[in-house]
């Protein structure tokens, strides 16, 4: 069997197997998607100006191309052009790409400080990241926990378990304990880690900030809907880099409050616990 034919029944075979994908993934997507708080907006009306300059700038430097490759190809009494250097074509492709840039530079720098302003949040939490889980300290509440890969996927992704990943709901996006937040509240965070870079990561709030060890670095988000949210750890922090899941819950204000008086309450009967501890001074 030739090479090109072998090629050719192997890209086939996978045009079929993508054809034949199961319904599940039909809503796969591949564009950035626009998240659930103001950030991830921004962010994403950001990425769709700058990808739509990119596909004009792409079809005129094409269309030039296709142009200049037929009106000035080799032919019978045509002798090729003898310039080599034109100033006024250097400057004017110098100029615009400058005038582009600058251009893009202003809602860039727009959407960059709206991004780090931190300014009349509500609600302050500290995430430390650990070798592999996050602690979430509620500083203003008097009250943290650890959150680390569920005991399902935990059970599941060892060796010789006989448990069939395909089987757990959320297999390696799911934890023990979900942090949980109020919708339609400011929220800063204070990230920083206790043993080695971490990353804490939620697509769809449009948040991905470093954990660095003895460093803290702060940013915020506002969810505008209840829902059920999940990112992962997105540094390479050793072995078991992919077993660090993160999950947001996001509740009614109200249900928030109602939560956390609950597990504030909880964890004075069982002070110490890793899965509860009350922060000191509370």
């Given amino acids: 069997m030739s090479l090109t034919r072998s090629v050719s029944m192997r890209l086939m075979a996978a045009t079929a197997g993508l054809l034949a994908l199961p319904a599940a993934h039909a809503d796969w997507q591949l564009n950035l998607p626009p998240g659930v708080t103001e950030i991830s ?21 094409f269309a030039a191309m296709a142009y200049a490759l037929v009106a000035f190809r080799k032919k019978d009494g045509v002798k090729p052009a003898t310039w080599s250097h034109s100033t006024t074509a250097e400057i004017i492709w110098t100029v615009i790409p400058v005038f582009i840039l600058v251009a893009l530079a202003v809602p860039s720098a727009r959407t960059l400080v709206f991004i780090e302003d931190t300014r009349d949040s509500e ?59 109020p ?6 965070y204070l990230l920083t880690s206790n043993d080695v870079n971490h990353a804490w990561w939620v697509q769809a709030f449009g948040v991905k900030r470093d954990a660095i ?8 988000f506002k969810v505008d809907e209840p829902g059920t949210y999940r990112g992962q750890c997105a540094e390479l922090c050793g072995k078991d880099h992919g077993f660090m899941p993160v999950v ?13 008086a609950a ?9 110490g616990t890793v899965s509860g501890t009350a922060t000191a001074g509370s």
């Fill in 41 to 61: 907006r921004q962010i994403y009306d950001l990425h769709m100006l700058v990808l739509w300059v990119c596909v004009v700038i792409g079809a005129l430097v």
């Fill in 123 to 181: 609600l302050t939490i500290k995430i430390t990241g650990y070798q592999w889980k996050w602690n979430y300290a509620y500083v203003d509440r008097g009250y943290d926990f650890y959150s680390a890969l569920a005991q399902t996927s935990n059970v599941a992704r060892q060796k010789g378990s006989g448990v069939d990943p395909f089987a757990v709901d959320h297999y390696l996006l799911e934890v023990d304990r979900p942090l949980v937040i």
């Fill in 183 to 188: 919708a339609g509240v400011k929220i800063r």
């Fill in 213 to 220: 060890p003895g460093y803290i670095n702060d940013g915020w």
């Fill in 248 to 260: 947001v819950e996001v509740l009614p204000k109200d249900e928030f409050e109602a939560w956390l």
């Fill in 263 to 271: 597990q504030k309450a909880g964890t004075q009967l069982a002070a």
